[in-house]
T-cell receptor
Framework: NAGVTQTPKFRVLKTGQSMTLLCAQD?????MYWYRQDPGMGLRLIHY???????AKGEVPDGYNVSRLKKQNFLLGLESAAPSQTSVYFC?????????????FGNGTRLTVT | GENVEQHPSTLSVQEGDSAVIKCTYS??????FPWYKQELGKGPQLIID?????GEKKDQRIAVTLNKTAKHFSLHITETQPEDSAVYFC??????????FGTGTRLLVSP
């Protein structure tokens, strides 16, 4: 039982390049989330999904797109990377819409955009 | 929407001392307040949570208190150990049941 797995762990992009971050969970969770973590700003929600085939915007969605084609996978895409998107990205999942079920986080992807 | 403020941003204590981290929130409708611990190179992990109908909750050396009137909640760690060194995040539910996180506290426990 791996929990939440994020790939890649590290990536360096040049401005304007594109990439996709993959999140996979093996807990059969309905809800999945993408956060970014920046120094002094905590964790900010980018996009989230309440089930296969559904996505919704979070607090900071601009410059990102997501897809949830399979229940276990949640993809985060950067179409044209910018230096402001240099950050550590975390994927999380939880089992139900119940607000007091815990979030399970992956170990993050550190992205640098030069 | 919800706004969560967390203090201090860094906290250094000696092993065996107590540590207290405080958070305030803005949305009086928030009713769930978890605390997450993030170790270096890893994702955050839930360590304790409290619901709005409870004023205090304990789990061994950690405890959380909630004051709904003042809209603040705190994490208390007693008898700190070096393995408690990490970044701690508080969070609160927003009106759309999405967690809003504080900015984090880096706790350093010196032997």
């Amino acid at each position: 039982n791996a929990g939440v797995t994020q790939t890649p762990k590290f990536r360096v992009l040049k401005t304007g390049q594109s990439m996709t971050l993959l999140c996979a969970q093996d807990m059969n969770h309905e809800y999945m989330y993408w956060y970014r973590q920046d120094p002094g700003m905590g964790l900010r929600l980018i996009h989230y999904s309440v089930g296969e085939g559904t996505t919704a915007k979070g607090e900071v969605p601009d410059g990102y797109n997501v897809s949830r084609l399979k229940k276990q996978n949640f993809l985060l895409g950067l179409e044209s990377a910018a230096p402001s998107q240099t950050s550590v990205y975390f994927c999380a999942s939880r089992s139900t819409s119940n607000y007091n079920s815990p979030l399970h986080f992956g170990n993050g992807t550190r992205l640098t955009v030069t | 929407g919800e706004n969560v403020e967390q203090h201090p941003s860094t906290l250094s204590v000696q092993e065996g001392d107590s540590a207290v981290i405080k958070c305030t929130y803005s949305d009086s409708a928030s009713n769930y307040f978890p605390w997450y611990k993030q170790e270096l190179g890893k994702g955050p992990q839930l360590i304790i949570d409290i619901r709005s109908n409870v004023g205090e909750k304990k789990d061994q050396r950690i405890a959380v208190t909630l004051n709904k009137t003042a809209k603040h909640f705190s994490l208390h760690i007693t008898e700190t150990q070096p393995e408690d060194s990490a970044v701690y995040f508080c969070a609160a539910t927003s009106s759309f049941q999405k967690l809003v996180f504080g900015t984090g506290t880096r706790l350093l426990v010196s032997p």
